[in-house]
């Protein structure tokens, strides 16, 4: 049997939108480069370390320790190296696999998300013998971005790695938004919710954090593991009942959460506690940063630029077909901003899985949009996330445009039928319009194009 025709490109009338779209995007990665915002916030200061404003002396016999988690965990670790040169005397960075740089003092560990995994389970424990023999006059610096929640597994007394992923996969399916999900994973975790805090003393403590939340709350990126909790058992326990899956959780997790709502189990650490006095947390990139750039590159291209929100959410499909009216109003009305013209969003979409299929969030919202806008000439939509995966993929998202839905359908494929089956990987594999970047190392959640030509 013959391989199917491959798709026809799109008309060259849209060569220079999809182009432009392509580079916004690329411009808004740039601006998140993790490094650089460690360089920011992070300096040696005589015999202190400045952590932002926070001033943390260091007597002579004192350490500094570096526990780095998450997908820019790598590069956050190598800019901490070269900042604090022969001050640092040891760390481990965690991040997910293919995303580790050359480092000097820091163990690199790779461990598996968005499921976690047992490479996962043996950093945790790397990182909690580091943390032990901790000292009054030490300081552990951790450098947390998005993703850390699974790539540090450490589950709680009477759980294992198998709850950890029942739940993550459960989390994953119900379309649970970050906030949730992080509520549940602090409460069933030794180190998350201020609990690498507990763990590191009498040392002090500080966090530099990458946001890859809407909205920044820092308790929420990588599930705080240097910050204090405001969610409780109960409400982690509320995630599972609103959505009907309480008789889903694994017996030992269902028991851990009624009883700490019960009040028989010790809670996270609470803001105002004392054991969280001292230590200081800053947020170093956001989404809102990576708009910003992107919109000084869409102006620079020539277009009337309007930046929506940096706090985009709900379900992936929902977004797209907003998306796609807005795109509609600006081809036929000029309205918010005439063409040539470029709307800019950012934030994190959920996806409720209904079918079998293969994609993520992203290419999801870009096949809606596309189904919103078939037929209409110059528009593209560019939907893609900044850690450059999109769900369980090797695409960071997806351009979809005017002729997407036509284009699909010449080589035997149904926009609905996809959208429907959460198959939006192969209908853009098959027209080549995924975006693909290979892991970008940083992570500040997603970013959406609107261009009308």
């Known amino acids: 049997m013959s391989a199917p025709a491959p798709a026809r490109p799109p008309s060259p009338g849209l060569a220079r939108l999809r182009a432009d779209a392509r580079d916004i995007f690329g411009a808004g990665l740039r601006a998140v480069e993790p490094r650089a915002a460690v360089r920011a916030h992070l300096r040696l200061d005589g015999d202190a370390v400045m952590v932002g404003s ?29 900042i604090l040169g022969p001050r640092l005397c040891e760390g481990i960075a965690v991040t997910k696999r293919g995303h580790g740089v050359a480092l000097e003092r820091v163990l690199l560990r790779e461990s598996g998300h968005p499921i976690p995994d047992a490479a996962g389970l043996a950093a945790t424990a790397e990182v909690e013998r580091l943390l032990a023999d901790g000292r009054p006059q030490d300081l552990v610096l951790c450098l947390v971005s998005g993703g850390a929640s699974a790539l540090l597994p450490s589950p709680a007394p009477g759980l294992g790695l198998a709850e950890e992923q029942a739940v993550a996969a459960l989390l994953l399916a119900c379309g649970a938004d970050i906030a949730e999900a992080n509520a549940v994973r602090k409460h069933l975790s030794r180190l998350k919710g201020g609990g690498l805090v507990r763990a590191a003393r009498p040392a002090g403590a500080a966090g530099l954090i990458l946001s890859d939340v809407v909205g920044d709350p820092l308790d929420v990126v990588g599930s705080g593991p240097t910050v204090a909790d405001p969610t409780t058992y109960s409400d982690a326990l509320a995630v599972f009942a609103r959505r009907g899956l309480l008789d889903r959780l694994p017996t030992a997790v269902r028991a851990r959460l009624e009883a700490g709502t019960r009040g028989e189990l010790p809670e996270t650490p609470k803001p105002g506690s004392a054991e969280m006095d001292g230590v200081a947390n800053v947020l170093v990139g956001t989404n809102r940063i990576a708009l910003l750039a992107a919109a000084e590159r ?24 907003v998306v796609a009216a807005l795109a509609r109003e600006l081809r036929a009305s000029g309205n918010p901003v005439p063409p040539p013209a470029c709307l800019l969003a950012g934030g994190e979409t959920t996806v409720i899985v209904r079918g079998n299929g293969v994609g993520g969030r992203n290419q999801e919202c870009a096949l809606a949009a596309a189904i919103g806008i078939a037929g209409l000439a110059r528009l593209v939509v560019l939907s893609a996330g900044t850690d450059g995966t999109d769900g369980p993929t090797d695409a960071a998202g997806a351009v979809a445009d005017g002729e997407t839905v036509a284009r699909a359908r010449e080589v035997g494929l149904d926009a609905l039928d996809h959208l429907d089956r959460n198959d939006a990987y192969p209908f853009f594999a098959a027209l ?3 975006v693909v970047t290979g892991p970008t190392r940083t992570n500040v959640a997603d970013l959406l194009v609107v261009l009308a030509g």
């Open 432 to 434: 080549g319009d995924h």
């Open 298 to 321: 869409a102006r620079a291209l020539g277009y009337r630029t309007l930046v929506l929100s940096s706090t985009l959410t709900g379900e992936a499909r929902e977004v797209g077909a």
């Open 54 to 82: 926070t001033r943390f002396p260091l007597s002579p016999t004192g350490r500094v320790r570096v526990v780095a988690v998450g997908k820019a965990a790598a590069p956050m670790a190598q800019e901490a190296e070269a």
